[in-house]
């Protein structure tokens, strides 16, 4: 059958053509892990919500104090904690859809939403500028020390690195406070000294943060010094040298591209740490942050605070998982995601 000239072929109308290129891929690939999260937290929500509720004991067993049957009933009834198990459950994930996470147990009939966004906020303060801190410091020292190998430098790098992977937080938390806060009060005559407690856009920061970022700054610089020193023993490297190229050129172009891959690995899962809180320095400088608050939920068994808490923890571990994949393709433009 003949086809008039200009027609369009049958089913043409239908077709349609894939996006090609580096960024259609990479905006599929982003599509594709953010999908993805959908049954990483119905898998992370379902987990949790059977082991709150399957350990023994309820969220009103206070110690030192019985409440009567009669107030359990009652507070039973009112959190729906009554109903059977898979009501529940499934009343959880249809108000986890509609962006409803309940009323805590602890805080009376304060909403989950309202007391995360009230804890978080110092929390990812005080992670982000100790991650900026690490990335700055971590790689800088690791790179010079690498560069500097079996030097005075690289010996104060390695020393620092091993100091500073061993000594607990709550330890140089200490130390700090004792240096910085009480005797830096008494040289002074009281004049100067660093606030030990509570949070602010101030001095308040500087001990918590370098608490923070001292042992991921001690490991991402071990990390990175070994990486270094593996690119510089590269023929391709070694040629650079031969052909008379500055340091300067040489490092920036041909060696931590190639040795950043293994720091940015680590950092990711670093960063995600660091803005979800950690326990130990918030509550060594009195900092009310959601690694306090997930951590008294536990203790307290505050069911909608631990789920919501969670639930936080693995969105942000996800996209910084993600994160990390994409920046492989800066580094390294041969690299492809599948």
Known sequence: MAVAQGAPSRGALLSFKIPRGRAASLSLYIIRRILWLIPVLFFVITITFVLIHFAPGSPWDKEGKQLSAAVVRNLNAKYGLSDPFFVQYGRYLWNVVHFDFGLSFQYEDQPVSSLILKSWPPTAVIGVLAFL????????IGV??????????????VGF?????????????IILIIIFSVTLYRVTGGNFSLPTGDFALDQHLIMPVVTLATLPIAFIARLTRASTLEVLRQDYVRTAWAKGLRERLVVTKHVLKNSLIPVVSALGPTFAVLITGSVIVESVFNIPGIGRAFVIAVSSRDYPMILATTILFSVVVALANLVVDLLYTVIDPRVRLG
Request: hydrophobic share 55%; aromatic share 12%.
């Open 133 to 140: 801190m690490i990335v700055i410091f971590g790689i800088g």
């Open 144 to 157: 010079v020390a690498a560069l500097r190998q079996n030097t005075w430098v690289d010996y104060l790098v």
């Open 161 to 173: 690195s091993t100091v500073g992977a061993s000594t607990p937080a709550f330890v140089l938390g």
